[in-house]
């Protein structure tokens, strides 16, 4: 992709485009080494936001915290970088949505249900809490948002003829806009998020080499 940057920003705007790289990487990395650990979880019946419940939960919290944070910088980094082009002024904004909505869904925790954390009775909640409530409205809003980002990239990507990434980045659009299956949604959500934070690596890799 094309890019301009201005002297004075190149070392700052490479930092923020290296802490974007790794939101994705430190959030499974935490995630899976928890769920692993955590008595009781199990990914085929509950979603990796519910490690944000019991004791050590405050662990998952800090988790999407972080990863939202390294996102954001992904957005300032890309704000910084694209200067020219298709898309260079919605993109950033629309990568900036995705990391407040992973810093919201951190700050508001689902409710316990399906057993866990251990001792939480079996089946779904019969009301929502607010805070529950509002950690599902952030994570929609944020995977969206991603989508319309990579969106706006593969049009970016096909007007420069770069077929490969646009493909790519077309492809992850439709993987996050698909509709979630009630039966799978654990695995579900798991997989659009391996998707969303592999995309916002690799978009951070190749805005930082062009840097």
Known sequence: MTTTVVPGTRRSSERLLLAGALAGPVFFASSITQMLAREGFDITRHPLSQLANGGSGWLQVLTFVLAGLGVLALAVGARRTLLEGVGRRVLPIFIGVFGAGLVASGLFTMDPENGFPVGTPE????????????????????FTALAAAAVVLAVRHARGRRARPAVLSAATALVLLLPV?????????AVNGLVAFTWTTVVALSLRDTA
Do not use: N, R, Y
């Open 181 to 189: 299956s009630p039966e799978l949604m654990s695995i579900q959500v």
């Open 123 to 142: 089946g779904p909640v019969a009301q929502m809490s607010w805070h529950s409530i509002a950690h599902s409205a952030a994570a929609a809003t944020a």
